[in-house]
C-alpha cells in the first residue's frame, strides 16, 4: 500500500514550511536530503523538525530522511531506497530548485543545472519506479516578459524571458508534462515568495531582501553620508518607480500547496499562488532605505543627512548599481496574474497583505539575523534513536524479515522506521507496506528508558508508548520496546 509523499527541497524556505503543513495535516512523508559540509541528511532534517516541535509547541511526526542529490543518476540512491520509493510512495511533490539569477552562463551551471537537470533525473527516476502523481513547485515568471493578464492554463507562448531562471523554470515545467505520469501533473506557482506573515522568519536572502542586503553591505563606507537614495535604488534596476511586485508570504505558500496536494479532486490544475494586491517598488525602496537607516543611525543622530544633503558618491552609487544588475529584469512591472484555480481550490486561505508594516518587520528580521550569518550551530540530539539501535545497511538489498512494526518516534533525534522484529536482536529498517502494527512514542521516553528510569510498561501505562493494531495484546510489543531500550547505561 503505497502511503508516502516523496518531498523534495525540504531543507530550503518553502520546503521547511511544506515538510510542517504536510506532516501536521497526517500525510506520510519522505524527504531526499544531500549532506551539508558539516551535517549528514538526517541531522539537516531533525535540526528543521526540532525548531517546529519548540514553535509549535508540540512534536510533529516525523519523516523517512533518504540521503541523496538530484544532481547524481538515479538521484543517488541505494537500490534499497529504490525500492523502498517503488513500494511505498504514491507522490513525488518537486520543490527544490535552484534560485540562481545568472544569465548567460553554459547549462552545465545553475540555474539550468538544478532546475532543468534535477527535474529531468528526478523525474525518469519515478517514471521508472512507477510513481502515478507529480506536483511541481514551479514559478509564476514562468510567463517570462509578457504582460496584461496572465491566465493558469497558458504555458508556452513563444514568450522572452528576464532571465535564465525564469526561462529554466518553464523547461522543467515542459519535462514534466512530457514525462507521461499516469495521473496529469499539478503545478503550483508562486509569485516572489517573502518570510513568514507573524514571525517574518525567513532562511533565504534573495530577491526581495537584494536591495537591502546590498545597501547594508556598504554601510560601512558610507559612515557621516545619507542612505542609498531611491533615485539611484530606481536607476540601478532601470525602473521609474510606478512598477508593482506580487509578493506572497511563505506560510501562506506552504498552507494552499499542502491544502491542495491533500485533496485528490484539485490536481491536475496549474495554480497561481499570487496575492489580491500588488506592492508598489516605490514603497519597498523606501521601506528598505527606512529600516537600513534605523538600524544603522541613532535617534537624533547630528550625522544624519536630510535628504538629498550631500550626494552619496558615485563610486558608492556604481557599485550599488553593479551589485544590482543581476536582479534588473527580477524588479520589472508584474503582470496581472489570473488566480481563479487557487480561489476555487482553497479561496478560504486568503492571502494576508504585505502592508508597509509587514514590509518593516521583514526588513527587521533581516538586518536583526545579519541576513542568516553566522548561521547558527546545530547540535547533535541529545538521544539519537538511529545511533542507539542497530539499523539495516541501506545499501544490501531487501529487507527479509516476515514481521515487522511501524515504528514513529517524535522529538529531537528521533525519526520513522519499522521495526524487524523476526531476529533474536530486533533493528530498524525502513517504513514497510502492508498493515502492520505501529508504534509512536517520543525520543525523550526512549532515553529515559536507557538510563533505567522509565520502564516500557510504565510508558505504555501513562500514554508515553502508544500501541495500535494488535488486537488486544500490546504487551509483547512492550516487551520488544524494552528490550530494544531499557538499559542502565547510555551509548556513548
Known sequence: ????????????????????????????????????????????????????????????????????????????????????????????????????????????????????????????????????????????????????????????????????????????????????????????????????????????????????RVMASLVPTMKGMPAIPESVWMMALGLNGDESKNLVPVDWVSKVIAHIVSKDYWHGRSYHLTPGNRVPVREIAAVTKEALMQRHEPKNSSSRVESGLPHIPESLALEFRQQMETYAAYWRDDPHFDASNTLEAAGELQCPSVDVAMLRRLCEFALRENFGWPRPPIHAPEFDVSAYVSQVDSTS????????????????????????????????????????????????????????SLTAEKAFKTGQLIIFGVEGKPYESVQLIHKMFFRRETVS
Open 1 to 212: 500500500m503505497q502511503e508516502f509523499t516523496l518531498l523534495t527541497g525540504s531543507t530550503g524556505l518553502l520546503g521547511q514550511y511544506l515538510l510542517r503543513d504536510l506532516l501536521a495535516k497526517g500525510l506520510r512523508v519522505a524527504v531526499v536530503v544531500r549532506p551539508s559540509k558539516t551535517l549528514d541528511a538526517r541531522s539537516r532534517v531533525d535540526a528543521i523538525m526540532s525548531r517546529w516541535d519548540r514553535l509549535e509547541g508540540r512534536y510533529l511526526p516525523r519523516p523517512v530522511v533518504l540521503t541523496g542529490n538530484l544532481s547524481s543518476p538515479g538521484i543517488g540512491l541505494s537500490r534499497q531506497e529504490r525500492l523502498w520509493i517503488k513500494n511505498n510512495c504514491h507522490t513525488v511533490l518537486h520543490n527544490a530548485a535552484s534560485l540562481s539569477f545568472t544569465t548567460g552562463g553554459p547549462r552545465t551551471e545553475e540555474p539550468w543545472l538544478g532546475n532543468v537537470g534535477g527535474t529531468t533525473t528526478l523525474t525518469a527516476l519515478t517514471r521508472e519506479l512507477g510513481v502515478p502523481r507529480f506536483h511541481h513547485v514551479s514559478t509564476a515568471y514562468v510567463c517570462g516578459l509578457r504582460t496584461g493578464t496572465i491566465y493558469e492554463t497558458e504555458n508556452n507562448l513563444g514568450q522572452k524571458f528576464g532571465n535564465d531562471y525564469e526561462e529554466s523554470k518553464l523547461e522543467a515545467e515542459n519535462i514534466v508534462r512530457e514525462a507521461g505520469f499516469p495521473e496529469p501533473p499539478t503545478f503550483f506557482r508562486p509569485a516572489i515568495i517573502v518570510g513568514d506573515s507573524r514571525t517574518s522568519f525567513t532562511s533565504t536572502y534573495h530577491g526581495f531582501y537584494t536591495p537591502l
Open 397 to 452: 538489498g531487501e529487507e527479509k524479515a516476515t514481521r515487522y512494526i511501524d515504528f514513529e518516534v517524535s522529538g529531537a533525534g528521533g525519526g520513522n522506521w519499522s521495526i524487524m522484529a523476526d531476529d533474536e536482536e530486533p533493528c530498524l529498517g525502513f517504513p514497510q507496506p502492508g498493515r502492520w502494527p505501529r508504534i509512536r512514542t517520543s525520543a525523550q521516553a526512549l532515553m529515559d528508558m536507557s538510563r533505567g
